[in-house]
């Protein structure tokens, strides 16, 4: 096992293989209400962003875990970069709000070993930094603010130097279902709803 860190990845083979690992990682993960966080093209766009640092954790030429921080959350759709501007200015202004844009691991092998070892690689950087590292959770992982990943983030985060753990929002994914109600009850919806209205129902 060993690891490699990437900024600018202009190797396209290499860029693939990291593509597939990711596309087959989200499409393996039934937990999740979305296959894919990013598209295609967003994903090369990522790799060769040079503030992005990109890490890999590989078992001979098989990627096992990879892991994208990007330290200039300006140049990500994730995160508001106003919020922090607000709330953590002067972080914000030295370039510090560094965001965990994904992490990807291979459902079929054991990960264990190598998720700590990529921590103790990845956070020492953000630690030497003296970063505000961002990260979000699935509600799988992080059903509420105690305990969960987040917790296992913080122990990591303690492996390679003083940290805090701040909790910022939670994000919780929901549908309108409109196919769950049969046809009478949505015509007397309907109904009630033009009636609520003051539109006579036909």
């Known amino acids: ?8 990845l202009g190797d396209v083979d290499l860029r ?22 990013v598209n295609r093209s967003e994903f090369d766009e ?8 990109v890490w890999v954790v590989w078992d001979d030429n098989r990627p096992m875990v990879m892991t994208l921080i990007a330290t200039d959350i300006t140049s990500t759709r994730w995160l508001n970069p106003d919020y922090f501007r607000k709330h953590h200015a002067d972080r914000m202004r030295k370039g510090l709000v560094h965001y965990v844009m994904w992490v990807v691991v291979d459902s079929d092998v054991e990960v264990r070993g190598a998720n ?3 921590a103790k690689e990845a ?12 990260f979000d959770l699935p509600d799988t992982t992080q059903p509420g603010n105690d305990g969960g990943a987040a917790e296992l983030m913080l122990r990591m985060g303690r492996m390679v130097g ?14 309108l279902d409109f196919a769950a109600v049969g046809g009478e009850v949505a015509k007397q919806n ?13």
């Open 162 to 175: 003083e940290v805090e753990l701040v909790p910022l929002a939670a994000q919780r994914f929901f549908a």
């Open 46 to 53: 990522a790799l060769l962003n040079s503030t992005n640092r």
């Open 123 to 134: 956070l020492a950087a953000e630690a030497r930094d003296g970063a505000l590292l961002v």
């Open 1 to 8: 096992m060993f690891i490699t860190r990437h900024t600018r």
């Open 116 to 118: 700590i070892a990529l």
């Open 190 to 202: 309907g109904a009630n709803m033009k009636e609520a209205m003051g539109t006579p129902a036909t």
């Open 16 to 37: 693939d293989r990291l593509w597939e690992f990711y596309r087959r990682a989200y499409a393996n993960n039934p937990v999740l209400p979305f296959t894919e966080l």
